[in-house]
């Protein structure tokens, strides 16, 4: 869905819910937006969001896989001599994530020396594979 994160959600973008919730966290020095889209550039700026870079085209498609995003990013931010230490993912498609959820993933993942740490929340029952599809032998 283009322009997603500009979406009103009570009356403010969606993308400004993450923009407040990175802002506050301590662990990140640096909240850097990817991007292709001039309009959501300029609303992240105005959240006061660093967007040093536009994403190419290459990799901003509907089923471009996050990685090769995320290893742009990194790589632009290091062509600019910062050393990047981690990398925190935050979609704005999450907007009830709050300051402390970012802390403490990093501190998880410090703590922890993991590769890696995703917040994860428990599906209700009525929402899990199982109960949305049925595998029906006679249609497949």
Known sequence: MPGKHL????GRPLLSYTADAARASRALDRVIVSTDDPGIAAAARGCGLEVPFLRPAALAGDDTPMLPVLQHAVEAVERASDRVEIVVLLQPTSPLRRSEHIDRAVATLRDTLADS??????????????????LVSDRL
């Open 117 to 134: 740490v995703v917040s994860v929340v428990e599906v209700p029952h009525q929402f899990t594979p199982e109960s949305l599809m049925r």
């Open 7 to 10: 979406v009103s959600l009570a």
